[in-house]
């Protein structure tokens, strides 16, 4: 191993940046819901206003954008309202996000999603 590769390595693990394969498979587990719920609230945001997928996550990342929020925490709102679920703090979001959103923030209102049979 040459020198500047081992003293990159040693200095890193000195420092505390060195992730442990648990640290680095939560991170990816972590990573992956993420980016699940980013589908899901594109595929909501897309059926509840009647556009693409496209031009839905195009609604969300302006949304985001305009609100200074990330777009995983528009997501969230998104996926938590529509499934009833929204706590405190993403009440609050939600409140917050609404006048970003097309029609008022439709979209934002608890429980959007019709009462199963």
Same mark, same amino acid.
Request: charged share 25%; glycine share 16%.
């Given at each position: 191993m040459g &020198?500047? %590769?081992r003293v990159a390595i040693e200095s890193s693990a000195a420092d &505390?940046? %060195?992730a442990a394969p648990d640290d680095h498979l939560a991170e990816c587990r972590r990573v992956m819901a993420s980016r699940q719920q980013l589908g899901v609230a594109t595929g909501l945001t897309a059926?509840?206003?009647h556009s693409t997928?496209?031009?839905a996550w195009a609604?969300?990342?302006r949304v985001s954008r305009n609100a200074n929020v990330k777009v995983r925490d528009v997501a969230r709102v998104v996926v938590r309202a529509y499934?009833?679920?929204l706590d405190a703090?993403?009440?609050l979001l939600a409140d917050r996000l609404r006048r970003h959103f097309?029609?008022?923030g439709r979209l934002l209102q608890v429980g959007t999603r019709p009462p199963r049979s």
């Open positions: &020198g500047e %590769a &505390g940046r %060195a059926a509840l206003t997928a496209d031009e609604l969300l990342l499934t009833g679920e703090p993403d009440q097309p029609h008022g």
